[in-house]
């Protein structure tokens, strides 16, 4: 079965950035954020008999534009741990729910700039608070990382903690 999945959130988050990270780490690619901007926001990937395209738009107005319109199976809501759930953030969760995409799942980026554990959480409750307004369960597959830290070291650590995101992300009814 294939299944699309877009990847949301507000502008300067970490989406090219988080794209980078997963076709790294899926294709063995290292590119620069912007290199060959059309394949790079596209990252293909199969687990089990699933085959998955996850993908990003260039601009807040592609979003508005084509959100719902891939049928997609699922969305990656990227939120910045330095910043929380800003005005895109919002109205891209309320488009994905508006136009019938049903599951969620949530990658804090720029975690290695926060220095309080704290914080995160408290971003992550309003993040969850969000989620639940529009319909969606704030248990939902979550990642804590550093995109760009990952793509610079390319540690196994970060891979793993990657394709575990991915593992959870198929197992989503």
């Not at 970490?14 to 794209?19: A, C, E, H, V």
């Not at 049903?102 to 989620?131: G, H, N, P, Q, W």
């Amino acid at each position: 079965m294939d299944k699309n999945i877009i990847v949301i959130g507000h502008v300067d988050h970490g989406k090219s950035t988080f794209m980078k990270a997963l076709d790294l780490f899926i294709n063995g690619r290292e590119r620069t954020v912007g290199e060959d901007e059309a394949e790079s926001r596209t990252v293909s990937y199969r687990i089990g008999e699933d085959n998955y395209k996850v993908f990003d738009y260039a601009g807040a107005y592609e979003y508005e534009e084509n959100i719902g319109k891939n049928e997609e199976w699922a969305a990656i809501l990227v939120c910045a741990a330095t910043d929380g759930p800003m005005p895109q953030t919002t109205e891209q969760v309320r488009l994905c729910k508006e136009r019938g995409i049903k599951r969620m799942a949530l990658y804090f980026s720029k975690c290695d700039l926060v220095t309080d554990d704290e914080l995160i959480d408290f971003i992550k409750m309003d993040v969850d608070d969000l989620l639940e307004e529009n319909g969606y369960s704030c248990d939902c597959p979550i990642l804590k990382a550093s995109a760009e830290k990952a793509c610079d070291w390319g540690e196994e650590e970060y891979k793993a903690k990657y394709i575990t995101f991915l593992k959870e992300i198929h197992n989503m009814q």
